[in-house]
């Protein structure tokens, strides 16, 4: 009935929607729970609205134009070549916005309460009173799952401001694409941001203060990804420092200090990829006595704070920062608190990024191996002999496997070339089973498939490789 006050009291309320946080309220709802879920902004969070998603379709425009050069390598040819942009980016709003109504459904599927709004904690008996406007909703737990957003670096001059100085959500939405660009940060999301530009025709330098690009990845895969970057006409700086940000004629001006020399470089737009910080203020977290340290929630490994009934899950809680990490934690933590086994919280959590060539890894570096006394075995298999590959004149890349010498135990693995990202997922379910040398030996690989480089890598770690 109209003006029928609402039931505020739930067994669980879930601060966030993004992936983590639409996942784990599915799951409480599965479990029996009575659950609510706060969005200030729009339902699937960054990865859905401004992240993962859209970035990812942006990548796919940028995938098929760059194939349009090759035609004639596969007998084919097109009359005229070009692309509108506006209509790029609108398709990529059009992917979130599909799956923005799609969680939206999953949501009344499952009679979860959605409350619009920011949301604030106040001290409350079983687990803290969250506060959504005139609402105050009670439950006896309580999952922060409120993400991160770009971290800036005020320090060294402009800040982002959607005109000279993007982050990651700027550079989704530009009314044109820059022809000069330089990308601050050489993680996923800043090779992404590089490769998409650098594929529509943007002059792109991208610079890296640590010693390599892609640093969190293996050695010879960030090398080889380097080569490969330079080659599609990437440039780096690297290691360098941006030790000044200012407004120029041509747009914006960064001076660097590389090798003890300064540099100053121009272009039109430059894009902030250093990292996020995690979504803690203005929720009164300090009040009720919750530990932050370096942004993020400090969590036990059920995602428990240390105030009762509180909990944390996804980016605020630290890395990696990775949607499908923040489902897992948010479906073992919501298990927990129902009383199941929950699933192994400590699963391999592979990485992938989306640029051209593809990379993509899950466990120990060969470099982290021998750090831990693993005596590694380590094999690999370049994709240029693997039939397959040759078939779709995706040549570039290999794949690499790490084994520890003593158990024959699958510790890691790293692969950079053509879909690699829909491959990794091989080795994670390996290595999730704890599978050795043996079983992933054993296993039948279909022909042909790109997929059995990651055999014959396989069986290059232990001198029985097939086909070089």
Same mark, same amino acid.
């Given at each position: 009935?109209?003006?029928?006050?609402?039931d505020?009291?739930f067994?669980?309320?879930?601060?966030?929607?993004?992936p983590?946080g639409?996942?784990?309220?599915?799951r409480a709802s599965q479990l029996?729970?009575?659950v609510?879920?706060?969005e200030r902004e729009?339902?699937?969070g960054i990865?859905?609205?401004w992240?993962?998603?859209?970035?990812k379709?942006?990548?796919k425009?940028a995938?098929?134009?760059e194939?349009? =050069?090759h035609?004639a390598?596969?007998?084919?040819?097109v009359?005229?070549r070009? !692309? =509108? !942009?506006?209509?790029?980016?609108e398709?990529?709003?059009?992917v979130s916005?599909?799956?923005?109504?799609?969680v939206? !459904?999953?949501?009344?599927k499952?009679?979860?309460?959605v409350?619009?709004?920011?949301?604030r904690?106040?001290?409350?008996?079983?687990?803290?009173?969250v506060?959504?406007?005139?609402?105050?909703?009670t439950?006896?737990h309580?999952?922060?799952?409120t993400?991160?957003r770009?971290r800036?670096?005020p320090?060294?001059g402009?800040?982002?401001?959607?005109?000279?100085v993007w982050?990651?959500?700027?550079?989704?939405?530009?009314?044109?694409?820059p022809?000069t660009?330089i990308?601050?940060?050489?993680g996923?999301?800043?090779?992404?941001?590089?490769s998409?530009?650098r594929?529509l025709?943007? =002059?792109?330098?991208?610079?890296?203060a640590?010693p390599?690009?892609?640093?969190?990845?293996d050695?010879e895969?960030?090398?080889?990804?380097h080569?490969a970057?330079?080659?599609r006409?990437?440039k !780096?700086?690297?290691?360098?420092?941006?030790?000044?940000?200012?407004?120029?004629?041509s747009?914006?001006?960064?001076?660097?200090?590389a090798g003890?020399k300064?540099e100053?470089?121009?272009a039109e737009?430059a894009?902030?990829?250093?990292g996020?910080?995690?979504?803690?203020?203005?929720?009164?977290?300090?009040?009720?006595g919750?530990?932050?340290e370096?942004?993020?929630?400090?969590?036990d490994?059920?995602g428990?704070t240390g105030v009762?009934?509180?909990?944390?899950?996804g980016d605020?809680?630290?890395p990696?920062w990775?949607?499908?990490k923040?489902?897992?934690?948010?479906?073992?933590c919501?298990?927990r608190?129902a009383?199941?086994a929950p699933a192994n919280? =400590?699963?391999?959590?592979p990485?992938c990024?989306?640029s051209t060539?593809?990379?993509a890894?899950?466990?120990?570096?060969?470099?982290q191996?021998?750090d831990?006394g693993?005596d590694?075995?380590?094999?690999r298999?370049p994709?240029?002999?693997?039939?397959k590959?040759i078939?779709?004149?995706?040549?570039?890349?290999f794949?690499?496997?790490?084994?520890?010498?003593k158990?024959?135990?699958?510790?890691?693995?790293?692969?950079?070339?053509?879909?690699?990202?829909?491959?990794?997922q091989g080795?994670?379910?390996?290595?999730?089973?704890?599978?050795t040398e043996?079983?992933?030996?054993?296993a039948?690989?279909?022909?042909?498939t790109m997929s059995?480089?990651?055999?014959?890598?396989?069986?290059?770690?232990?001198?029985?490789?097939l086909?070089?």
């Amino acid at each position: 009935m109209a003006g029928e006050a609402k039931d505020d009291t739930f067994d669980v309320v879930i601060i966030g929607s993004g992936p983590g946080g639409y996942v784990t309220a599915i799951r409480a709802s599965q479990l029996g729970l009575k659950v609510a879920i706060v969005e200030r902004e729009l339902l699937g969070g960054i990865c859905l609205n401004w992240g993962c998603i859209p970035t990812k379709a942006l990548l796919k425009s940028a995938e098929v134009y760059e194939q349009l =050069d090759h035609l004639a390598d596969y007998g084919l040819t097109v009359e005229k070549r070009g !692309f =509108d !942009f506006a209509k790029v980016v609108e398709r990529s709003r059009r992917v979130s916005a599909q799956l923005n109504a799609g969680v939206a !459904f999953l949501m009344k599927k499952h009679k979860i309460e959605v409350v619009m709004g920011a949301a604030r904690l106040e001290k409350g008996q079983a687990a803290p009173t969250v506060v959504v406007g005139d609402r105050k909703l009670t439950a006896r737990h309580v999952i922060l799952a409120t993400g991160a957003r770009a971290r800036t670096i005020p320090a060294v001059g402009l800040e982002p401001d959607g005109e000279q100085v993007w982050t990651y959500r700027e550079a989704l939405v530009p009314k044109s694409v820059p022809k000069t660009l330089i990308v601050i940060g050489s993680g996923a999301i800043g090779i992404e941001f590089a490769s998409f530009y650098r594929a529509l025709g943007s =002059d792109v330098t991208v610079i890296e203060a640590l010693p390599r690009i892609l640093p969190v990845e293996d050695e010879e895969v960030s090398k080889a990804a380097h080569k490969a970057f330079e080659k599609r006409g990437l440039k !780096f700086r690297v290691p360098a420092n941006v030790k000044r940000l200012t407004r120029s004629k041509s747009g914006v001006s960064v001076e660097i200090e590389a090798g003890g020399k300064s540099e100053t470089l121009e272009a039109e737009v430059a894009i902030v990829a250093v990292g996020i910080v995690g979504n803690v203020e203005d929720m009164g977290l300090e009040a009720l006595g919750v530990k932050i340290e370096r942004s993020h929630v400090v969590t036990d490994r059920h995602g428990a704070t240390g105030v009762p009934g509180l909990y944390a899950i996804g980016d605020v809680a630290g890395p990696p920062w990775l949607a499908h990490k923040a489902s897992h934690e948010g479906v073992h933590c919501i298990e927990r608190i129902a009383g199941l086994a929950p699933a192994n919280i =400590d699963s391999p959590i592979p990485g992938c990024t989306y640029s051209t060539p593809q990379i993509a890894s899950v466990g120990l570096t060969e470099a982290q191996a021998k750090d831990q006394g693993r005596d590694p075995k380590v094999g690999r298999f370049p994709f240029r002999v693997n039939g397959k590959a040759i078939a779709s004149g995706e040549t570039d890349g290999f794949v690499k496997t790490v084994f520890d010498g003593k158990t024959g135990a699958l510790i890691g693995a790293h692969m950079i070339g053509a879909e690699v990202t829909e491959m990794i997922q091989g080795y994670v379910i390996a290595m999730t089973c704890e599978a050795t040398e043996a079983e992933l030996q054993g296993a039948v690989f279909p022909h042909p498939t790109m997929s059995e480089a990651m055999h014959e890598a396989s069986l290059d770690a232990y001198g029985k490789v097939l086909h070089v």
